[in-house]
Structure formats: structure tokens, C-alpha cells
């Protein structure tokens, strides 16, 4: 069996591939379409004979029920009467030919959905073969949030290839082959409709190639669309209830509503591209019936019947082009979806050298002043609900701020609007001069942290988990963050150490370590304004100390906002931020 990325198991096969180092079993090889015809050649060598066999038989029912009616109607019943036109012949033939047809039609699909099926097992088991073969660290993007994403993408572009032999090659080669044997009839029949014919074949075969780049473009638009839709959708659906509290579904409905009129459109300009292509069609076979009348006037010599059947035949030949209409769609899905394939297991086989860019950072090393402003601010979860008094404040680089106030105040609603999951209600809330609203998700995400009260880690390992903040982050940032947050101990602990699970099924964390393993994640994201809800909820006060310490260290170049209930004494805050009850 041929190998797609040549981390392949040594198997009896055809065709031998040849032997290599540990090495080159890493290196992935760019698949090729052909490629996927190697595995099982036998397979498609006969599915290739038996879809022959049906279109030739369905060709000359076409032609041969022609001429017989014709001949027959000809000779007159007199002749059939007197026994000088034999009737039972062409009837049995005829029987034959459709017989012929059905059970080859029958044959031809099993055998190709059988070889198809082998090659969709074969380039999943081949690929996720390889991967698993890879070393952890080359992995990034199984380890990145969204690798669910990129799976799913692996298996929808691998299901994407099979069009190539079943929509591409096959109907192309059964239709060169029928185009040839009816121009060697017409040929041997019709002497002068030689060169007509073979003109308006050779269009009908080579024509959806003017689309190819067209459909190419297209195709790969589509495609890119259309996963960007499942990922909206699966994200929107899991964040609903979340999304409907904040008020933020509007905007998403909206989003989702424009990707699927991108998406709509792009169908709609794929089927106009195959009706463009059939209209095409169409016409050069008109012309083939106009070129069959003008072979016949100039050679009159030619019986009625047999030109009947050529007419006849011609026409049964849309039934073998009508599948090249779709032949740029299913050259460009093949394409796109081969580009992907390539692209997703195109995996360095060398690591980077270290650089001291890539050295753990224990400080947030963002270079700039940072601003916030409020001005006359007025917040709440819902508009019908009580609100807080305006609130007027500005903050700058370095300020360490104590937000504090009796439970119930509005502390956290606070921290949710400044980090832009909560919506204002009036008043300006500026960043650096601009509007906060005016930033996109991924500068929000990439400028203001914000960790909550409730903590939230996965079923995944402490690397994965981690990692969820910064994809790129190495194996010396991770274990340098844990001992930023007094987890270094833990880990040591621990026998696997970066690749021990954690959730329902893994190693637990106790409330407090949750708290801070959720706060060295949020901390390796190096956000210029940090907001925690309550940090040091349950743990000692020498602790909450020292963690308080390193915290306003590590964003001396920023800004933070630690909302607590207590009234923590400590000389790193040099802000302090009371909020007064709400008014009932």
C-alpha cells in the first residue's frame, strides 16, 4: 500500500515503498492526487473497466434501439411478416445491452465506493499514524485551543479528496474513452463528419478546463468560509447562556447571520459556474446534431437507420458529459483540499535554537504607557437592574489599585466592564484615548486579563491547560509561571510533571491552587491591565502576601486592579478604590 506521508507500516503491497531512517519516517511528504490512486489501483483499474462497459452499453441501447425501430419501420410489416427482416435479434440484443447496462451500472458503483472507502481509511489511519509519531513539543497546534478545530479540518479535507477519482478521474477517462470509440464509428459511417466531430469532442472534453482557476479561487474561498462557520457556531453555541446574560448576542447573531450570506453567496456562484458549464455542453451538442445533417447531405449514400442510430448515439453521449459540468468544482475541492492536507502535516522536523526571546520571562516586559479612563461611567449586568453611581477614575502605568467595598457593591460587574465582557449604560470608558468598545476580541484579549472568581481548568494536562493562554509558550515559561505562583512545590510533586492531567479524571487541586493555577495561566498571557475577583480568597495571609508582592512586580509596566472585600494592608497598592453599596 502506497504511503501518503511516508510514516508508513511495512506492509505486503503492489508496490513497495522504499526503506527509510527514523529520520525521514517524521518528514512528511506532499501528497500528490495520483497518489491516491495507488493503494488500491487494482480496485479503481476495475471500477474503470466496469463504468466502460456501462456507458458503452448504454450508448449503443441508445444507438442500436435507433436503428432497429428505424430499419424495422423501413422494411414494413409486409417484410417482417414474410420473414426476410429477423426482429428477434435486435430484440434479444437490445435486451442484453440494457441488462448489461443495470448490472454493470450496479457493479461499477460497488467497486468504486468500495475502493473510495479504502482510501479514506488508509489517509486517516496514514496521517493520524504520523502525528502520533511526532514529538510532543512539534505538535503545537494539537496543544492550541481550538486543535478540535484542526482535526475536524483534517478529516473534512481528507473526506474532500475522494471527489478526485470519483468526480475527476474517472468521468474524464470513461468519457475520452467513449468520445474516441464514436468518433471511430462516425468516422468509418460519416467520412466527412470526421473532423466536426472530432472538433466538438475535443471541446466537450477540454472545455471545463477554461474555469479551472476560477473554480480553484472559489473552491478555496468556500471552503475557508465554511469552516469559519462551524468554528462561529460551535463557539457561539457554548458560550450561549453566557453570551445572552452579557447582551453581546445580538452582535454575534448579526456576525453569524453575515457569514452565512457570504456563505450562501458563494454557493450560489458555484452552481451558476455548473450551469454555465452545462449550457456550454448543450450547445456543442447541438452542434454535433447540425454536424451529423451536413455529413449527411454531402454523402447520401448512408442508410436512414444508421444515421438514426448516429444521432441516437450522440445524444446518449450527454449522459457521459453531464459529470464533466462539475469538473473545475471537483479539481478545485481536490486542490484545496490536497493544499490543506499538506499544510496540516507539514510539521518542522528540527527544533528552533533558544533565543533569549524564548527564555521564560518571570516580569511583563510590554514596552509604552497604559491608560484607562472613566468618565461618568455607568455599568450594570442589566440595564433594568439597579446601577452604580457614575464613576469618574484614570489610571496609568505602574498603579497598583485596591478595589474594595462591601459585598453585593458591584466590584465584580465593575471588573467585567473594564475588561469589555459587560456592556455600559452610559458615560465613556476609554483606553489608551480610544474607546473601549472599539477594540476587536483579540486586542482585548491580547491587552486586558482578567481572572474571576470561579476558576476553570479542563480535563487536559497541566501543559495543555496553561497553554490554552499562550499556544507558543515553552516547557520553561510553564514550569517559570507555576513558580511565580507558588505551585513550583506542587509540580515537583508530581510524577509526570507538565503532562499530568488535571480535571475529573486527573490530579486535583485544592480551591487555593486552583486559584493560582488559573492565575499563572491568566498571567501568561502579559496583559498590560490585570483585574483579578477576589485572588487570595482562602489562602493564608503570608501567602496572599508574597503572591501580591510578585504580582505588582511582574506588571510594573502595567496596571492592576485587585477587587477584594477586605481590607488588605499592603505597600505595594498605591491606588486605593472604594465602591459604596447600591442604592435599592
Not at 479540518?153 to 470519483?166: G, V
Not at 459540468?325 to 496540516?344: I, K, V
Not at 492592576?560 to 453599596?581: C, D, M, T
Request: proline content about 5%.
Amino acid at each position: 500500500m502506497h504511503d501518503f506521508t511516508t510514516a508508513h507500516n511495512k506492509t505486503a503491497t503492489d508496490e513497495k515503498a522504499p526503506t527509510q531512517t527514523s529520520a525521514a519516517a517524521n518528514e512528511a511528504v506532499p501528497l500528490r492526487l495520483l497518489d491516491l490512486l495507488k493503494p488500491q489501483r487494482w480496485s479503481w483499474r476495475l471500477a474503470l473497466l466496469l463504468g466502460f462497459i456501462t456507458l458503452v452499453a448504454t450508448v449503443l441501447l441508445l444507438a442500436y434501439s435507433g436503428w432497429f425501430i428505424s430499419a424495422a419501420a423501413v422494411a414494413g410489416i409486409a417484410a417482417i411478416q414474410a420473414g426476410t427482416f429477423n426482429y428477434m435479434r435486435p430484440g434479444a440484443m437490445i435486451r442484453l445491452l440494457a441488462i448489461s447496462r443495470t448490472a454493470g451500472r450496479y457493479a461499477e458503483k460497488l467497486q468504486s465506493h468500495y475502493a473510495v472507502l479504502q482510501l479514506l481509511k488508509t489517509l486517516r489511519l496514514n496521517s493520524f499514524a504520523f502525528l502520533c509519531r511526532k514529538p510532543n513539543q512539534q505538535l503545537n497546534y494539537l496543544t492550541d485551543p481550538n486543535h478540535a478545530d484542526l482535526l475536524q479540518r483534517l478529516i473534512a479535507d481528507i473526506d474532500l479528496l475522494d471527489q478526485f477519482p470519483l468526480k475527476l478521474w474517472l468521468p474524464w477517462f470513461w468519457a475520452c474513452a467513449i468520445a474516441i470509440c464514436y468518433l471511430v464509428a462516425a468516422g468509418y459511417l460519416l467520412t466527412d463528419s470526421l473532423p466536426g466531430f472530432g472538433l466538438l469532442l475535443f471541446l466537450l472534453l477540454f472545455q471545463p478546463l477554461w474555469l479551472y482557476l476560477y473554480g480553484k479561487r472559489l473552491c478555496h474561498r468556500f471552503n475557508v468560509q465554511a469552516s469559519n462557520r462551524r468554528q462561529q457556531i460551535l463557539h457561539q453555541l457554548q458560550l450561549l447562556t453566557t453570551t445572552l446574560m452579557l447582551g453581546h448576542w445580538p452582535h454575534k447573531a448579526k456576525m453569524l447571520a453575515d457569514t452565512d450570506h457570504q456563505l450562501n453567496q458563494l454557493q450560489r456562484s458555484l452552481q451558476r459556474s455548473v450551469l454555465l458549464q452545462q449550457g456550454i455542453q448543450q450547445l456543442l451538442l447541438l452542434s454535433g446534431f447540425l454536424c451529423l445533417l451536413w455529413a449527411q447531405s454531402q454523402q447520401q449514400n448512408l442508410a436512414p437507420a444508421l444515421v438514426v442510430a448516429l444521432a441516437l448515439g450522440w445524444l446518449g453521449l450527454s449522459e457521459i458529459f453531464t459529470p464533466l459540468a462539475q469538473f473545475h468544482l471537483a479539481l478545485g475541492f481536490s486542490l484545496t483540499a490536497q493544499h490543506r492536507y499538506n499544510e496540516l502535516l507539514s510539521v518542522p522536523s528540527a527544533e528552533p535554537e533558544p533565543s533569549e526571546a524564548a527564555q521564560p520571562k518571570t516580569t511583563n516586559q510590554s514596552s509604552g504607557d497604559v491608560t484607562i479612563e472613566l468618565n461618568q461611567l455607568q455599568i450594570g449586568f442589566i440595564s433594568a437592574l439597579p446601577q452604580l453611581p457614575p464613576l469618574t477614575a484614570s489610571f496609568k502605568t505602574g498603579d497598583v489599585v485596591l478595589l474594595h467595598g462591601p459585598s453585593g457593591c458591584g466590584k465584580s460587574c465593575l471588573l467585567q466592564t473594564l475588561a469589555g465582557d459587560l456592556n455600559i449604560y452610559g458615560g465613556e470608558l476609554k483606553w489608551q484615548q480610544h474607546p473601549l468598545c472599539q477594540l476587536s476580541s483579540q486586542q482585548k484579549y491580547q491587552q486586558i486579563g482578567y481572572g474571576a472568581q470561579r476558576t476553570h481548568l479542563f480535563n487536559l494536562s497541566v501543559a495543555a491547560n496553561l497553554r490554552l493562554a499562550s499556544p507558543a509558550a515553552s516547557d520553561d515559561e510553564l514550569i517559570a509561571v507555576l513558580k511565580l505562583v507558588e505551585l513550583g512545590d506542587w509540580l515537583n510533586k508530581q510524577p509526570q510533571g507538565l503532562a499530568t492531567l488535571l480535571g475529573q479524571y486527573g490530579c486535583g487541586l485544592s480551591g487555593g491552587e486552583s486559584r493560582r493555577f488559573a492565575l499563572a495561566r491568566l498571567l501568561l498571557q502579559k496583559p498590560r491591565l490585570l483585574l483579578l475577583d477576589e485572588p487570595f480568597a482562602g489562602l493564608e495571609q503570608q501567602l496572599a502576601a508574597k503572591l501580591l508582592q510578585r504580582l505588582a512586580e511582574f506588571q510594573h509596566q502595567g496596571i492592576l486592579i485587585i477587587a477584594s472585600h477586605q481590607q488588605l494592608q499592603h505597600p505595594a497598592f498605591n491606588r486605593h478604590w472604594q465602591l459604596e453599596p447600591i442604592a435599592k
